[in-house]
């Protein structure tokens, strides 16, 4: 399991992790990687997402339709630039991830999970 402290991290992944901020879109590594492989969480090493749930958003920020195991998210309403939003995080390292909309794929359920992946995660290959 990987752990990392407040001092392991450099200032944007403590802006994103610790403080609820983003990357620019289309400027990270995983918005349009698809290969296969699950994505856990950066500061715990918590599995949260795999490469079967990832879908094109054109959003420039790595999207999926569903968690890994629900147990693992805590949403929380997020108020911040005159918006109302569901924000996500890791139940065990409380990172910020993203956000979740209800604007996905209808045939897997119709929620969007729109991560700021860069940062907040790491991709582990599967053979």
Known sequence: MIKKSK??????????TQE???????????WNHFDKGIY???????????SEEKFESNCGWPSFSK???????VELVDKSFGM???EV?????NSHLGHV??????ESGGLRYLLTLQLSNLFLMIN
């Not at 995080?89 to 390292?93: D, G, K, L, V």
């Not at 909309?101 to 209808?106: A, L, S, V």
């Open 20 to 30: 609820s901020g983003t990357e620019p879109p289309f400027q990270n590594e995983y």
């Open 7 to 16: 001092d392991e991290l450099n200032d944007m992944e403590y802006l994103v």
């Open 89 to 93: 995080r890791s139940e065990e390292a």
């Open 67 to 73: 968690a890994l195991d629900d147990d693992e998210i």
């Open 84 to 86: 109302i939003r569901t």
């Open 40 to 50: 856990v969480d950066k500061l715990s090493g918590k599995p949260l997402f795999t």
């Open 101 to 106: 909309f209800n604007d996905g794929p209808k």
